[in-house]
C-alpha cells in the first residue's frame, strides 16, 4: 500500500528566504505526482505535475523535483512571501491504486512579513 | 476557470437532519467523480468514488449507508449525508479526473450543532 509523508508537517520563515518542502512515498510505481497548495478552508489548488518520466517541473518561483527511485520530491519556492503562506500537499497517483491518489499529511507554510 | 463547483460551500444543520452536497462538471463529462473529506489540520482522505450510472465505491471505514452518493448525470454527483451527528463536521470535497489530472471542487463546510 502506498503512503506518502511530508517533512516538515510545518514551517515558519522570514520574508525572502527560499526553501524545500520534502515528500516521500514509499512505492515507486507511479504514474505521476502532484504538488497541490490549500488555503485555510478551501479547495485544493494544483501547482505542479510530474509524470514518472520527469525529473522536475518549474511553474514561476516554483520548481519541483522528482526522484522516482528513491521515493522522493521536493518542492522548492524561491524568495518566499507572505502570499505563500498554505498547507502544501503532494500527492502520487500509483500504478496499482487505480484512479486514487494518495496524499501526505501536508506542511503548514507560514511566511513572515 | 473553474473546472469543478460544488454547493453549498457551507452549511450548518442540526443532528439528525440530513444534508445534500452537490458536485458538478462544468465543462466535462465526468463519469468518475471522487469525494474526499477533511477534518481540521488534517490531510485529505478520499471517502468514495462516485461512478455514473452505477453504485459508488467506498473506502474502508467509510459507511455507504450514512453517505449516499448518487451520480445520476456525466456532470453531477450529490452527496447526502444522512442523520447527521457532530462528528460528520467537516470539510468535504470533490474532484473530477482529466486524463492525469485531478481538478477538485472549492468544497463545503458542514457544521452539524
Known amino acids: 500500500k502506498q503512503e506518502v509523508t511530508q517533512i516538515p508537517a510545518a514551517l515558519s520563515v522570514p520574508e525572502g528566504e527560499n526553501l524545500v518542502l520534502n515528500c516521500s512515498f514509499t512505492?515507486?510505481?507511479?504514474?505521476?505526482l502532484q504538488w497541490f497548495r490549500q488555503d485555510p478552508g478551501k479547495g485544493l489548488t494544483s501547482l505542479l505535475l510530474?509524470?514518472?518520466?520527469?525529473r522536475e517541473q518549474t511553474s514561476g518561483r516554483l520548481n519541483a523535483s522528482l526522484d522516482k527511485s528513491s521515493g522522493r520530491s521536493t518542492l522548492y519556492i524561491a524568495a518566499s512571501q507572505p502570499g505563500d503562506s498554505a498547507t502544501y500537499l503532494c500527492?502520487?497517483?500509483?500504478?496499482?491504486?487505480?484512479?486514487?491518489?494518495?496524499f501526505g499529511g501536508g506542511t503548514r507554510l507560514m511566511v513572515k512579513p | 476557470g473553474a473546472v469543478v463547483s460544488q454547493h453549498p460551500s457551507r452549511v450548518i444543520c442540526k443532528s439528525g437532519t440530513s444534508v445534500k452536497i452537490e458536485c458538478r462538471s462544468l465543462?466535462?463529462?465526468?463519469?468518475?467523480m471522487f469525494w474526499y473529506r477533511q477534518f481540521p489540520k488534517q490531510s485529505l482522505m478520499l471517502m468514495a468514488t462516485?461512478?455514473?450510472?452505477?453504485?459508488?465505491?467506498?473506502e474502508q471505514g467509510v459507511e455507504k449507508d450514512k453517505f449516499l452518493i448518487n451520480h445520476a448525470s456525466l456532470t453531477l454527483s450529490t452527496l447526502t449525508v444522512t442523520s447527521a451527528h457532530p462528528e460528520d463536521s467537516s470539510f468535504y470535497i470533490c474532484?473530477?479526473?482529466?486524463?492525469?489530472?485531478?481538478?477538485f471542487g472549492p468544497g463545503t463546510r458542514l457544521l452539524v450543532l
Open positions: 462516485s461512478n455514473e450510472g452505477s453504485k459508488a465505491t467506498y
Open positions: 510530474i509524470q514518472s518520466s520527469q
Open positions: 465543462d466535462f463529462q465526468a463519469t468518475t
Open positions: 500527492a502520487v497517483w500509483a500504478i496499482n491504486a487505480g484512479n486514487m491518489l494518495t
Open positions: 474532484s473530477i479526473q482529466i486524463k492525469e489530472t485531478q481538478y
Open positions: 512505492d515507486s510505481a507511479i504514474y505521476n
